[in-house]
Structures are given as C-alpha cells and as structure tokens.
C-alpha cells in the first residue's frame, strides 16, 4: 500500500511539474493544484497508512493512528481550494484583458517575431503614431 502510494504521490508530483512549465496560464494552475494534492497525499501518509486503528487519544492501545495529519491535510485542502479560486479569477481577468492564454503573451510560442500590439510595456513613446505610456513611469 504504501509503494502504490508512493507511486501516485511521485506521478502526481512529476505532472504538476510539467504543467507548471509550460506556457499557459490555466496549465499552471492545473499544475499548482496536482501539486498541492500530491503534497496533501503526503502528509497523510505520513500519519500511517492503517485501517480500524484508533485515534491516538484512545487509552490502552498499542497501534494507532496519528489525527494531526488528517487535520492539517484537511485544512490544507480548504485553503488550496480558496487559493486555487483566486489564481483561476486573475487568470481568467488577464484572459479577458489581453485575450491571450499564454504566460508570455504570445499566439504562438514558436512565434519570435511579436507583434507589438500584443506586448504593449515593449512600444516604444516616442514613435508616432503611439501614446505615451500613462502614470508615473520615472
């Protein structure tokens, strides 16, 4: 049981990673999840893996179960889930803004040549045609 779990939690982990790195912003936030249940997955088994054990608070028994885990693992659940929430609201406000999905705003990753509509911080002021930037930029 435990090597079957050591397994998943190993898969879980490697795919949070890939998606962490790749290019677009709902990707990354699939990936920042797996990550965070792989991570809750190994906090509760770190509190032994065991069936029809009691609590630790139980007198009288040898073998039991630690509940501190259980506790922080669902504790953690709750705040990744709020957490989880608010990265999927300022992506989907980035998404909305600039129309893109892609962390550096790009169409195509493969794409060098960018077209400066898209990257708006990179235009230069000073070319006609193009507003200075507003605020209090130095």
């Given amino acids: 049981m435990e090597a079957l779990l050591a397994i998943v939690i190993g898969l879980q982990t490697a795919g949070g ?7 677009r912003t709902f990707s990354v936030i699939i990936g920042t999840a797996l ?9 509760f088994a770190s509190g032994r893996l065991a069936i ?13 179960t630690d509940p501190l885990p259980q506790a922080l693992v669902l504790t953690a659940i709750v705040i990744s889930f709020g957490m989880t929430a608010v ?10 803004e ?17 077209d400066p509509d898209e990257i708006p911080w990179e ?3 000073r070319d006609p045609g193009l507003e200075a930037p507003k605020g209090d930029f130095g």
């Fill in 123 to 125: 235009q230069d002021p």
């Fill in 17 to 23: 990673v890939y998606l962490i790195l790749r290019r």
């Fill in 98 to 114: 600039s129309d893109i999905d892609h962390i550096d705003l790009r169409r195509d990753p493969n794409d060098l040549d960018l």
């Fill in 35 to 43: 990550l965070t249940y792989s991570v809750n997955l190994f906090l």
């Fill in 87 to 96: 990265a999927v609201l300022i992506a989907l406000g980035a998404y909305l």
């Fill in 52 to 64: 029809d054990m009691p609590p630790i608070y139980t007198p009288g028994v040898e073998n039991y």
